[in-house]
Every structure is written in structure tokens, then in C-alpha cells.
């Protein structure tokens, strides 16, 4: 196997046409391409007046050959998994996000059959719900935007790109193309499904589990945790069943089990998160800064990724949404959260983004380890309020929001936060440091993306679920404190986005697998 690096393509072409491309730049003979792989392909716009693609390129082939831009490879192999679980009791799982699943996934490979309690429907009758309340201002508390099937991240651009440097990253890529991801996702530098994938994805993620003989139960939340001897013994649903093992996948608003789970003296500790709101612009505004105005290309619609730092605090952008919508993300009444969500081809005129400001536990109301969710609660609540106290979520144009006054019309910029928007003053329920940072932010992100600060940008309030702000204490084992309960992915503190949610699941899987 021989890898080719940064291979320019200032065209739009086929595969065939790609590497027939290389055959020629490199002198090979394509009949000795024995297989072939499309690696990464990424946009290089720097340049406004020489946008193009970069590929890089694998090959099996039949001769040796040698050039400067030719890698040798070894074949990369994950270790193997050595089964050492002796217990004839199926592990659970609580919550079906991405961790939930993947956990789920990996148990069900190596021969360990778990059962996944979910509070919320399953997708089917989720979408309904998320609509319903969309539509008619109907809140179902037990499945919505962040509780069901799929978790948060099924009502979101479907990202799967991720800070973290894991050796699972291509495991989970691969996976989700295996149930249904579009093949673009296994080599694109930023590989995103949306929401319209994720939905048909996690369903065939859900057959195949009980194909296997996993067990699903949609609708049962559990409500309490049997503790003996500082070990799980069970759980309480519907009813008590009895367990040796639990995967808290429970996501970063399940904030009724964190208090649970504090009171049963599980150790968590406070942690820094972030809050804001989502700003929308015109995607095509978002097309021309980013990749100017010479290109032919066919190129997908513009991202960005923007970070400013101040003398107090940061700023910055964070799942940006091309081609989408702000969503109704509340889970619970009388709050309002927002979220962005974008279907795979991100064909809607507006591009959406959070923009967050960084929130430390100095910022809590106290020191007990929940009391980010009261900062969370009060400013959702406060939100509620301010948009009219009727799921209305409170807007401004960038403009006033800069100049501290209510906003008194809707410019060039439509919002497209569902079931509406009150016109506000947002700077009237943000924390001081908060706004101050953000007007700076904008000004500053401004100079970096023509068009960030556009008079007529819609902000919405508020986005306060980026993550969770608290973490709930896990050994090197992946335990918690309480013995053969192990806290998994976003909600307890472990990953930031889909991608992270799912290795962290794999990861907690494999410490059950190999503990005897």
C-alpha cells in the first residue's frame, strides 16, 4: 500500500477521472492499480484566486515504485479485544446517543448482549414530537431535541469531525457509513451526515442491535440506582432489574439522574462550559468570504471556525450549521435552548453557527457540583421570558445588540427559529461578561470573515448545551466512584460532539469487555 499526498485537483471530477489524473502526474501504469482509496479530501482557499481540492490518495500496487510523493504504509490494526466478562448479567445501558449506541455496537460484536433504556421515543415518533413542538408549541419533556433515540446529535448538522486524536476515529467513521452514511463521509476533511442521515442511521443501528439480541426500551427512564456495598446491583425503571454493570450514556441534559446521582453520593465535580446564542447569516455571504468570487468549482457550502481572546475571557464559534436552521431545543417547560441543524445537503439559505462565550465554575452560584445547572436553568428560564413567555425565542440584529437597544424590525437576514421570535434586547438576560465578550468577539471575527458582524445577523437566545457542566469523577478504569457504573460520553463530562460521544463509548465497552 503507498499513499500520494496533497494532489492539487483544480476541477470538478470523477473519481476514475482523479486517479487517472495521478496515473498521469506520477508516470504509473493504471493497470496496475490493484485497489485504490480516496483517503481525505479537504478545500484549499487560501488563495481566493486559486481555489482547489486536495486529495490524497492510497493504492495497492502490483510493482514496486518509488517517488518523492509516495508513501510506503503498514496496515493499520486495532488491538484485539480479549473477552475476560465472566457475568451471565446483561450489562445496561442508559441512553441511546452516540456513546449509548457505540457502547451498545461494541458489546454486541464481541458477544455481550446489553440492554438500552432510553426516556425518550424512538426516532420514528421522535421526529413527530420535535415537529410537533416546532409547530404547535407542544413540549414533550420526555422526547425531544436532546432526549430519544439518537441523542442531541440527531437534530444537528451531524458533525464527526473532533479534536481528540484517536486511534477509533476511523472505526466510528466507518461504522456509521457501514448503517447508512453517505461514502463522501469516509474520506471528506470535514465529513459532517445531517440530520436527515443521522435519522435513517440510527435506525439501522437500532435493527441491527436487536437483530443481535440487544434489547431497547424506548419510554422508561430510570428513575433510581440499587447501591450495596458501594457496588450497582440494579435499576429502577418501570421496575427493578437487576444489573453488575451500568453505561451512564445519559447525555448533558439529563439533569433529573445527575441530581439522583449526587444524592446516592456518586463523586462529580464542577466544570467550565460555555453559553451564548446562535447568529445566522446568508450562507452566500458565508460562500463569498470564504472561497471568493473566481472559483467554478462546484463547491459545497462555506464553513468557518472562529476564535478570539480577550483580557478576561474567550470567545468563539461552535458547531457552525451551513445551509440550516436554529432548532427548539428545550427539554424543559418554560425555558427556551437553541441548537443549529442542517439536513445533508445544507441547501437553505441561512448558515447558523453558536456563539459562545466561556463560563467557569467562579460563575456558579456555589460550590455544589450541580450548581452549573442552576446558571444552565436560570438563563434558559430567563430566555423563556424575555421571548414572550410562549416558546417565542428572544432575537436582535447584530447591530443593536452592539448598540445595547431593542431590536424594533427583522432586516435582510429572516430567522428560522421555530414555533417564532420576540424582538429584544438580548443584552437584558446575557451575564455582563458574556455580552461584553461577545460584542468584542463579533468586531473581532469580523475582520476574519467579511460579513460576521452584517447589521441584519439574527442572534437567538439562548444556546447553553454545548456541554455539560459538571463531570462525574471516573478512575482509569472508566468507573465512577460507585463500583460497575461507568459514565460514558457528553452528559457526564468525556466528549464534546458525536465523534468523541461514540470512541468514549467504544472505550468504556472494551474496559467491560476485558474486566473479569
Known amino acids: 500500500m503507498i499513499r500520494f499526498n496533497n494532489i492539487k485537483i483544480r476541477k470538478d471530477l470523477s473519481e476514475e477521472e482523479i486517479i487517472n489524473y495521478l496515473c498521469k502526474k506520477e508516470r504509473l501504469f493504471k493497470e496496475n492499480i490493484k485497489e485504490y482509496h480516496i483517503r481525505k479530501k479537504s478545500i484549499d482557499a487560501r488563495d481566493k484566486k486559486d481555489v482547489h481540492y486536495n486529495y490524497t490518495i492510497d493504492l495497492v500496487y502490483e510493482s514496486e515504485y518509488d517517488v518523492k510523493n509516495c508513501i510506503h504504509l503498514e496496515e493499520e490494526k486495532l488491538e484485539e479485544i480479549v473477552v475476560k466478562r465472566k457475568s451471565n448479567k446483561k450489562p445496561i445501558i442508559i441512553g441511546s446517543g452516540p456513546a449509548g449506541l457505540f457502547a451498545a455496537l461494541t458489546l454486541i460484536e464481541n458477544g455481550i448482549k446489553p440492554i438500552i433504556f432510553e426516556q425518550g421515543d424512538k426516532i420514528e415518533e421522535r421526529v413527530k ?22 441523542g442531541a446529535g440527531t437534530f444537528s448538522d451531524g458533525k464527526l469531525t473532533t479534536g481528540i486524536n484517536s486511534k477509533y476515529c476511523k472505526k466510528v467513521i466507518n461504522y456509521f457509513y457501514k448503517y447508512g452514511a453517505p461514502k463522501e463521509i469516509t474520506y471528506m476533511n470535514k465529513p459532517h451526515i445531517g440530520t436527515d442521515n443521522l435519522r435513517k442511521i440510527v435506525k439501522n ?32 425503571g418501570n421496575k427493578e432489574y437487576e444489573c453488575d454493570t451500568v453505561i451512564l450514556a445519559i447525555g448533558h441534559s439529563a439533569h433529573k439522574t445527575f441530581k439522583r446521582l449526587c444524592d446516592l453520593g456518586i463523586k462529580m465535580e464542577q ?10 447569516h446568508k450562507q452566500e455571504m458565508i460562500n463569498k468570504s470564504q472561497y471568493g468570487e473566481f472559483t467554478k468549482l462546484k463547491l459545497p457550502p462555506a464553513e468557518y471556525k472562529l476564535v478570539y481572546h480577550g483580557e478576561e475571557r474567550s470567545a468563539y464559534t461552535f458547531c457552525m450549521c451551513p445551509g440550516g436552521v436554529v432548532v427548539a431545543s428545550s427539554s424543559d417547560e418554560n425555558t427556551i435552548v437553541t441548537n443549529g441543524m442542517s439536513e445533508y445537503k445544507r441547501d437553505l439559505e441561512n448558515a447558523n453557527s453558536a456563539l459562545l462565550v466561556n463560563v467557569v465554575p467562579e460563575d456558579f452560584p456555589d460550590s455544589n457540583p450541580l450548581s452549573g445547572l442552576d446558571f444552565q436553568k436560570k438563563l434558559e428560564h430567563s430566555a423563556f421570558v424575555l421571548g414572550g413567555s410562549n416558546y417565542n425565542a428572544p432575537v436582535q440584529r447584530v447591530e443593536d445588540f452592539l448598540n445595547n437597544r431593542r431590536s424594533e424590525k427583522i432586516g435582510d437576514i429572516k430567522p428560522t427559529y421555530l414555533p417564532g421570535v420576540t424582538l429584544t434586547n438580548l443584552n437584558e438576560i446575557l451575564p455582563d461578561f458574556v455580552s461584553k465578550t461577545m460584542k468584542e468577539a463579533i468586531i473581532y471575527f469580523d475582520s476574519k470573515l467579511k460579513g460576521f458582524a452584517n447589521n441584519d445577523a439574527i442572534m437567538t437566545g439562548v444556546e447553553t448545551r454545548s456541554s455539560s457542566p459538571l463531570r462525574i469523577v471516573r478512575d482509569e478504569n472508566l468507573e465512577s466512584s460507585i463500583l460497575g457504573i461507568y459514565p460514558c460520553g457528553e452528559g457526564p463530562g468525556y466528549a464534546g460532539g458525536i465523534m468523541s460521544a461514540a470512541i468514549d463509548g467504544i472505550k468504556c465497552a472494551i474496559k467491560i469487555l476485558e474486566k473479569e
Do not use: A, M, W
Open 129 to 150: 414530537k420535535v415537529d410537533n413542538f416546532r409547530n404547535n408549541r407542544i413540549l414533550d419533556t420526555s422526547s425531544n431535541v436532546q432526549f430519544g433515540e439518537g
Open 205 to 236: 443501528i437500532r435493527e441491527y442491535i436487536i437483530s443481535q439480541g440487544g434489547e431497547y426500551h424506548f419510554n422508561e427512564r430510570i428513575e433510581d440506582f440499587i447501591i450495596e456495598d458501594n457496588k450497582i446491583v440494579g435499576v429502577v
Open 271 to 280: 466544570k467550565p462550559f460555555s453559553v451564548g446564542v446562535r447568529i445566522e
